[in-house]
């Protein structure tokens, strides 16, 4: 399958900064990013899809001006939680479908600690 | 957001075991696909399936695309200690990119 790669794996970072995790498609072009959140013990909920090229869409209930997303080539997208704040704090992933599949590859994930 | 009802919630077996897992949904997928979680890592995409009463193997794998299109299960056969983890059906409605998933099926392997 193809390969998706997240930086950092772990952040801490205290209440009211930003923090910046990155997405990479390694071996592929991606031309759409999905970044998901994932709260302990629950499933994936899908917080916004990124365009390369484009705005990103969010999904309702997700704050935009919160979550920034940037698509700004093929093979990274980058997600900065403004503002961050202890309810912030969850496990962050991204997937990317590649150009010879259409189903999602998801990255390692990024844990997000707010303190 | 919209869900899938996946069950069990929890599974407790012995080595050697076979597994059963399943997903039901209201709406209709054209897409079903069952991933699996381990502890602080994403999701590996095991098995997809794409057309009504598919049925796909992958290993010891099977699962299978309901007729209806509103639901698929997932089964093991002889699990293995190394099959623990989360496993999760997503599914993806026609003309839709997105994934709905599950809710996930916590599966515990005793040696």
């Known amino acids: 399958g193809a390969v998706v790669s997240q930086h950092p794996s772990r952040v801490i970072c205290k209440s009211g900064t930003s923090v910046k995790i990155e997405c990479r498609s390694l071996d592929f072009q991606a031309t759409t990013m999905f970044w998901y959140r994932q709260f302990p013990k629950q499933s994936l909920m899908l917080m ?64 997000l600690t707010v303190t | 957001g919209q869900q899938l009802n996946q069950s069990p919630q929890s599974m407790f077996i012995q080595e050697g075991e076979d597994v059963s897992m399943n997903c039901t949904s209201s709406s209709i997928f054209n897409t079903w696909l069952w991933y699996k979680q381990d502890p602080g890592e994403g999701p590996v995409l095991l098995i997809a399936l794409y057309k009504a009463g598919e049925l796909t193997s992958n290993g010891r794998l099977t699962a299978q695309f309901g007729i209806t299109r509103k639901d698929s299960f997932l089964n093991i056969s002889a699990s293995i200690p190394s099959d623990v983890g989360i496993y999760f059906c997503a599914g993806r409605e026609g003309g839709s990119e997105k994934l709905v998933f599950g809710k996930g099926t916590k599966l515990t392997v005793n040696p």
Do not use: M, W
């Not at chain 1, 209930?61 to 704040?85: C, P, Q, R, Y």
């Open chain 1, 48 to 111: 916004a899809t990124s365009n390369e090229g484009s705005k990103a869409t969010y999904e309702q209930g997700v704050e935009k001006d919160k979550f920034l997303i940037n698509h700004a080539s093929l093979t990274l997208s980058t997600l900065t939680v403004t503002s961050a704040h202890p309810e912030d704090s969850s496990f962050y992933i991204c997937s990317s479908t590649s150009g010879s599949s259409d189903e999602q590859y998801f990255g390692p994930g990024t844990r």
